[in-house]
Each structure stands twice: as structure tokens, then as C-alpha cells.
């Protein structure tokens, strides 16, 4: 099956810096979400992005789908970005495959 | 709109019983798609419904179950429960298949002893 690599697997910032999160992945794929899980468990959705850029406030991705890697910027971080981010694809119906994540702390 | 609910959202049971979690979809979403996520697997796709049909199901045994209702809300059943499968459970929904954003629920965190 498809494989989704992530990196860093950790990450520790201070309050304020920027950071750049990356996503590969093995084969094409349908879709590409970006998630961000809250310290209680729940995946929070950042992105829906098969191709392109997109931006949300201090968030923005990036996915360049014919080189199969996307990417996730946090601008000025606040100690609330902390958490787990995730990358998933999809390859067939719904069915999301996801990678082993990023482990994010920033630090006031 | 209300999100994506779940119900229990933690739950306690002992090896060989069986549980059943339940999934109400965003309104007007007709798939819904259950995810197990442990430390050591992390995400893993158990099972997508649509228009009250399985339509992909992940490798998992038969042990796991599910089914979806016309209503679009969906149950999943773990029998003769095993301590690996204590996990958080997480349930996701979406207009269509492959098609749409997919929103998550809070998840049911089931611990077995």
C-alpha cells in the first residue's frame, strides 16, 4: 500500500518562530488533508489540498502533488499550535491513509 | 451545523466482552469512516459506509464490525474485546466518497483489562 512519511517527527520552537512541516508520499493519491490533533484527541481539519497553496491565517500548505510531497507552514507560532499534526491521503473512496505524524511543542 | 458526535467517549471494559460505539454524521453527510489510533499502529482505517453499504474495509479481523443506518448515523461492534485493542477510536464523515473533506469526532477512548 501506499506509504506516508512524515518529518520532523518532533519539533520544539519558541513562541514566535516559523516552522515548516513536510509530508511524502509514495504514490499518487486522490486527496491530501492536513490535520492537527488537540491534546484531548480530536483531529482538527487544516487543509483539504490534492494540489496547490493555500492559506488560513498563520497557516499555509502547499502540496505539489507530481513530485508527491506536501507542505505545512506554522508563521509566528503561539504555545495554543502545540499537538500532533498529521498528513493523510486518499486513495480510494474515502479511506485515508495517515502518517506517523509530527510532534509539535512551542515554548512561551 | 453540529459536528461529527460520538457516544461513549470513554468506555472501560474486560477481556472477552464485546462494545459498541456509535457515530452521528454532520448533517446531510452520507459516509462515515472509523479509524483506530494507538501508540504503537497510530492511525489505522477499520471501515468507510456509504448509502448504508461497506464500501472499503481495512485489515482488521473479523472481530471488528460495523453497519450504517438510513439515517446516515453508524455503529461499530468489537467482540471477545482483546487488551491491544484498547485505543481511541475515531470516527470521520464526509458528503460523498472520495470526494470531500473528511471532519472527525471526538473519538471514544476504550480501555480494556
Known amino acids: 500500500g501506499i506509504q506516508v512519511e512524515q518529518s520532523p517527527p518532533d519539533l520544539i520552537l519558541q513562541e514566535g518562530a516559523n516552522s515548516t512541516l513536510r509530508c511524502n508520499f509514495s504514490d499518487s493519491v486522490n486527496n491530501l488533508q492536513w490535520f492537527h490533533q488537540n491534546p484531548w484527541g480530536q483531529l482538527i481539519n487544516l487543509f483539504y489540498i490534492p494540489s496547490g497553496t493555500k492559506q488560513n491565517g498563520r497557516l499555509s500548505a502547499t502540496t505539489v502533488a507530481t513530485e508527491r510531497y506536501s507542505l505545512l507552514y506554522i508563521s509566528s507560532s503561539q504555545t495554543t499550535d502545540s499537538g500532533v499534526y498529521f498528513c493523510a491521503v486518499e486513495t480510494s473512496g474515502s479511506r485515508l491513509t495517515f502518517g506517523e505524524g509530527t510532534q509539535l511543542t512551542v515554548n512561551p | 451545523k453540529a459536528g461529527v458526535t460520538q457516544t461513549p467517549r470513554y468506555l472501560i471494559k474486560t477481556r472477552g466482552q464485546q462494545v459498541t460505539l456509535s457515530c452521528s454524521p454532520i448533517?446531510?453527510?452520507?459516509?462515515v469512516s472509523w479509524y483506530q489510533q494507538t501508540p504503537g499502529q497510530g492511525l489505522q482505517f477499520l471501515f468507510e459506509?456509504?448509502?448504508?453499504?461497506?464500501?472499503n474495509k481495512g485489515n482488521f479481523p473479523g472481530r471488528f464490525s460495523g453497519r450504517q443506518f438510513s439515517n446516515s448515523r453508524s455503529e461499530m461492534n468489537v467482540s471477545t474485546l482483546e487488551l491491544g485493542d484498547s485505543a481511541l477510536y475515531l470516527c470521520a464523515s464526509s458528503l460523498g466518497l472520495g470526494i470531500d473533506t473528511q471532519y472527525f469526532g471526538p473519538g471514544t477512548r476504550l480501555t480494556v483489562l
Open positions: 459506509y456509504f448509502s448504508e453499504t461497506q464500501r
Open positions: 448533517s446531510g453527510h452520507r459516509s
